[in-house]
């Protein structure tokens, strides 16, 4: 590809690739420009990204060429230490000062009117929000997708359980091409064989040690992720979680509700709305909640259709939002600071914040037997009395399987293959006499007790429809590490209170509420060996079975709390 050589896109539009940005520390960072037909100058939209300037996410969004014929100049730009770009990469760690130094640079080009907008999804999201951090001049407006203002509890971990399948998994893709700007043959063929059967990874024991992560020539970033398994200054540091109250433009957030990232993303607008520097970016702070996995976003997620308003044209949502912000056009101002799509029923609805009005608490109820969907498990509205506990057995070498399965394939699976497993337990409603909405994060309280020096439960969220059908809704999970600190112990009944991921669900008349409660959700998170090792270093050698009670009596009433709003909202 010739650097700097113009490209007729046609309608006026022009490519200029490998552009150069001399950076204060001397590294020199490549870009491609896409030039805006007619008399300029115009304003700039901005992707800075990892994954090679050529491809520029047009996974989800239009190619550039598209937002250039709608009157911008589009930059897309290789990270330091990626594509073309010099300098060695370190995820997320010189983003903020390398994006604000690009955003400086951009401003002093002819073409440019000096109105800088950013976009772009996952990683690319993160370098938006790392650059706003900094307060460049002239950038006005950044539309971050699926990503985290969190790393650590909103990219990486959840609850002090790591998100095991993507974060190896993004890792090995990373570190493929450092393997070959490295000239690492042997480690680049390793990490190609893992590539090519990314799924069967997680089953690696222990993962830590995983070969393919380990060449010592290799970057440390990966081990470093496994390393750093409770939030701390190593986190804090690469992200904006405690400088929300830098950032100073308005940001445009989209989520899916089957995203890997999407507690991050509904963090990072209820962050920024409550804490942005000013009023005015508090106030412009919107989120685009839809049915999506992270790639693709549309009508469909498996054999699951989601109905013809799932297949949002978010481009031109987009170029709505920069026509507003940098050309003034006033063509977002009558947008609702949510919009979420519900689940069940698959129409788009607005709000405010993404909260419940009110808050149902359901019971948890059984006579001792709620192993498996054949069991007792009840769900009620009113409070339970003296009932055995239930009990069950987690197996670190027979874990209960995430949605999805061994695959971990996000989306509305049915359930109730799975829940055939005495591993875990299941409490279902009575068939609700009318239409309930979901809206928030639903959360657990849980009175247990286990056998193991440390432990994990799981709460899993279903709908499940008249045919039996038990739907996905969303997952949360907690380790005792993370809750209890020092204070866990074994065999004691401690209260286990943690929220699940958010959702927009009906859940209509003549539909069930159901809930899952196991030990782990392999692969999605990893596994708890049940004892101090940590779990990135534990193996069959190290792993122990355990025992896991849940209470639900007089004064240990475990229970589902379901935020919820009223129909029509």
């Not at 130094?101 to 370098?127: D, H, V």
């Not at 539309?143 to 993507?166: I, K, V």
């Not at 709305?273 to 412009?284: F, G, T, V």
């Not at 020096?453 to 008249?466: E, I």
């Amino acid at each position: 590809m010739k650097e700097n050589a113009r490209v007729d896109c046609g309608d006026g539009v022009t490519l200029e690739r490998g552009v150069r940005c001399h950076l204060s520390d001397g590294v020199v960072l490549l870009s491609d420009h896409y030039y805006a037909a007619g008399v300029g100058p115009h304003p700039t939209l901005l992707m800075r990204q990892p994954y090679g300037r050529d491809i520029a996410s047009t996974v989800v969004y239009a190619h550039p060429v598209w937002f250039a014929r709608h009157g911008y100049n589009v930059v897309i730009q290789d990270v330091r230490g990626r594509g073309g770009s010099e300098g060695e990469f370190y995820p997320f760690r010189h983003e903020g000062r390398d994006g604000a130094e690009t955003i400086a640079w951009l401003r002093t080009l002819p073409e440019s009117n000096g109105r800088i907008g950013m976009y772009g999804f996952s990683y690319q999201g993160a370098t938006q929000l790392l650059a706003a951090a900094e307060r460049p001049e002239g950038l006005q407006c950044i539309a971050p997708a699926m990503t985290a203002c969190d790393l650590y509890h909103g990219w990486f971990y959840h609850h002090g359980a790591l998100r095991l399948a993507s974060t190896l998994g993004w890792g090995l893709q990373m570190l493929k091409e450092d393997a070959r700007r490295l000239g690492l043959r042997e480690a680049n063929t390793r990490l190609e064989t893992a590539w090519t059967n990314v799924r069967a990874q997680a089953s690696y024991l222990p993962y830590a040690e995983h070969p393919a992560i380990t060449d010592p020539a290799l970057p440390s970033y990966v081990r470093d992720w496994f390393e750093h398994d409770a939030p701390g200054h190593y986190w804090s540091a690469m992200d904006v979680s405690t400088r929300a109250q830098e950032i100073d433009v308005p940001a445009l957030h989209v989520s899916g509700w089957y995203d890997t990232y999407l507690e991050g993303s509904v963090h990072g607008f209820n962050l920024l709305r409550s804490k942005a520097r000013s009023a005015h970016a508090r106030e412009n702070q919107f989120l685009l909640a839809g049915p999506w996995v992270h790639i693709p976003w549309g009508d469909r997620i498996g054999d699951t259709d989601l109905g013809a308003e799932a297949l949002l044209d978010t481009d031109a949502l987009l170029l709505r939002w920069f026509d507003h912000w940098l050309k003034d056009a006033g063509t977002f101002a009558k947008e609702p600071h949510v919009r979420h799509f519900a689940m069940g029923t698959n129409r788009w609805h607005e709000a405010e914040d993404i909260s419940g009005q009110t808050e149902k608490t359901f019971h948890l109820h059984s006579g001792g037997r709620a192993e498996s969907r054949k069991g007792d498990g009840l769900l009620s509205l009113s409070a339970a009395a003296n009932e055995p506990p239930d009990v069950f057995v987690y197996d670190p070498e027979v874990p209960v399987l995430a949605p999805g399965g061994v695959q971990s394939l996000s989306g509305p699976h049915d359930q109730s293959g799975l829940e055939l497993g005495n591993n875990l337990l299941v409490y279902t409603s009575a068939p609700l006499e009318h239409s309930m909405h979901v809206f928030g994060s639903p959360r657990v309280v849980l009175y247990a007790a286990t056998s193991a020096a440390c432990a994990d439960f799981t709460a899993k969220l279903m709908r499940v429809l008249p045919n039996g059908r038990a739907e996905f809704c969303c997952i949360g999970i907690a380790r005792s590490t993370y809750l209890f600190g020092d204070d866990y112990a074994a065999d004691t009944v401690h209260r286990w209170e943690f929220a699940l991921e958010p959702t927009s669900t009906v859940f209509s008349a003549g539909e069930r509420i159901r809930l899952e409660v196991a030990g782990c959700a392999f692969p999605l998170y990893d596994r708890n060996p049940s004892n101090a090792t940590k779990p990135s270093r534990m193996s069959q050698w190290n792993w122990e079975r355990s025992t896991h009670r849940v209470f639900h009596a007089e004064g240990r009433s475990s229970a589902l709390y379901l935020p919820t709003i009223e129909r029509g909202s």
